[in-house]
């Protein structure tokens, strides 16, 4: 059974930084598309940012520059490192994996962050 399990969130200050990680279990995903959503409350849950298995990388326009993803296929973990954080990022983050051999989506339960002014 695949399970995602996030990292990380939490309440900090407007400026500061916080990492997010996401443990993948159940199965590996060396090969699928991994990435980090987010949904802010009366929003629509949205992309992040995305990273494919060569190490292609998509940004949501708002965190480029503030915001960088990466990938260990070794540990199948995924991570998001938020820099610059401003109250407009306060939402869930979710962590999302795409497995493109069975195009099945995996989600993980997410986690709070709160940006305060």
């Known amino acids: 059974q695949v399970q995602l399990v996030e990292s990380g969130g939490g309440l900090v200050q407007a400026g500061e930084s916080l990492r997010l990680s996401c443990a993948a279990s159940g199965s590996y995903f060396s090969n699928d598309i991994m990435g980090w959503y987010r949904q802010a409350p009366g929003k629509q849950r949205e992309t992040v940012a995305v990273i494919g298995s060569g190490g292609s990388i998509n940004y949501t326009p708002s965190v480029k520059g503030r915001f960088t993803i990466s990938r260990d296929n070794v540990k199948n973990t995924v991570s998001l490192q938020m820099n610059s954080l401003k109250p407009e990022d306060t939402a869930v983050y979710y962590c999302?994996?795409?497995?493109?051999?069975?195009?099945?989506?995996?989600w993980g339960q997410g986690t709070q962050v709160t940006v305060s002014p």
């Open positions: 999302n994996v795409f497995a493109t051999r069975t195009a099945r989506t995996y």
